[in-house]
Every structure is written in C-alpha cells, then in structure tokens.
C-alpha cells in the first residue's frame, strides 16, 4: 500500500513545471507563519552561502540547462 504522501507525490510528478510550482506555493502558503519564517530564514542562508562561493570563484557556476539536463 502507497503512503497518502507518496501517491500526492507521484501524481504531482505528473502535472506540469508551471502546475508543480503552483502547488508548491500554495503548500508553503498554507504553513504557519513560524514555519514560513524558518523556511525563509533557511533558504536566504543557502542563497547567500551560494552567492558568496559563485562571488570566490565565478568559473564553478553550472549554466541552468547543463543542471536540468542531468536529471
């Protein structure tokens, strides 16, 4: 038997990338404000870790397409 989350999971797969996003966004919407804020808090940390490795070495940054071709 499917976990309930692993068959949302699977039939998400299915939609489209514009779709898939919506459908993240409403998730995130939908989780309270503390959690929104770790999330945010998190996420801003990773992209300034990121930025701050591309700013010490611009030559390390992988162009989107090459990234989305490996999946």
């Known amino acids: 038997m499917i976990a ?3 068959k949302i999971v699977r039939e998400a797969l ?3 990338e514009g779709e898939r996003a919506k459908v993240v966004q ?3 919407d939908s989780l309270s ?3 929104g804020e770790v999330l945010d808090d998190s996420w ?3 992209l ?3 930025f701050a490795d ?5 030559s390390s940054g992988v162009p989107w397409s090459e990234l989305k071709a490996q999946r």
């Open 4 to 6: 309930p989350r692993e």
């Open 14 to 16: 299915k939609l489209s």
């Open 26 to 28: 409403e998730l995130l």
């Open 33 to 35: 404000p503390e959690v």
């Open 44 to 46: 801003a940390e990773e």
């Open 48 to 50: 300034d870790r990121r």
């Open 54 to 58: 591309w700013e010490a070495n611009p």
